[in-house]
């Protein structure tokens, strides 16, 4: 079935950098645009970061610009988000998820969701 | 960037009844406008794409209308598994894709 499995978080100190892994399986992983969406404790969804299907084109939210980098290894069908200086504001649930359709422009969606894994920052 | 604007933020109702959640655009998307339900401690689930379309296996009681800035999540005949936070989400072509702030839907 269609599926993706997120690893990496953990509790770490402000400035220490992390990576974040997310494992797909069940679709045509190279095929798809990827995103990253956050949520703080008790707070709602942020959208992080996008990485087009042919790795092409990738986007930031203002709040992690040149601090995030998103990237993706189709041979391994996994995304990949790499955290740098992080900040204790950085604390969340991050999600991987697939878009609805392939090779989109604009995309209709976010049809899969990872079960999400736990970025702690603190000092 | 585009903003997206929830109302209201929460909202109480009764098995049954029928509610509507509004989302605006600070600018017009078309109808790349998508709707999710989140139930605590589980990942956003996806309910309705392109405004309009309602995702597959989605009950038919959710219906999305709208286009350009203004939009509307609207579900009939509550149902107790209804009861959850909702979320709109913006996808044109310019990221970022904001989501709204969300709306938390509760058992009055």
């Known amino acids: 079935q269609v599926q993706l499995v997120e690893s990496g978080g953990g509790v770490v100190q402000p400035g220490t950098p992390l990576r974040l892994s997310c494992a797909a399986s069940?679709?045509?992983?190279?095929?798809?645009?990827m995103h990253w969406v956050r949520q703080a404790p008790g707070k709602g969804l942020e959208w992080v970061s996008i990485?087009?299907?042919?790795?092409?084109?990738?986007y930031y939210a203002d709040s992690v610009k040149g601090r995030f980098t998103v990237s993706r290894q189709n041979s391994k069908n996994t995304l990949y988000l790499q955290m740098n200086s992080l900040r204790v504001e950085d604390t969340a649930v991050y999600y991987c998820?697939?878009?609805?359709?392939?090779?989109?422009?604009?995309?209709?969606?976010?049809?899969?969701w990872g079960q999400g894994t736990t970025v702690t920052v603190s000092s | 960037d585009i903003q997206m604007t929830q109302s209201p933020s929460s909202l109480s109702a009764s098995v049954g009844d029928r509610v509507a959640i509004t989302c605006r655009a600070s600018?017009?998307?078309?109808?790349?406008l998508n709707w999710y339900q989140q139930k605590p401690g589980k990942a956003p689930k996806l309910l309705i794409f392109?405004?309009?379309r309602l995702e597959s296996g989605v009950p038919s009681r959710f219906s999305g209308s709208g286009s350009g800035t203004d939009f509307t999540l609207t579900i009939s005949n509550l149902q107790r598994e209804d009861f959850a936070t909702y979320y709109c989400?913006?996808?044109?072509?310019?990221?970022?894709?904001?989501f709204g702030q969300g709306t938390k839907l509760e058992i009055k």
């Open positions: 998820a697939k878009e609805k359709h392939p090779h989109s422009t604009a995309f209709f969606g976010l049809d899969v």
């Open positions: 069940g679709f045509t992983f190279s095929s798809y645009g």
């Open positions: 990485m087009r299907s042919d790795g092409s084109n990738e």
């Open positions: 600018q017009s998307i078309s109808t790349f």
């Open positions: 392109g405004a309009s």
């Open positions: 989400q913006q996808s044109s072509i310019t990221p970022p894709f904001t």
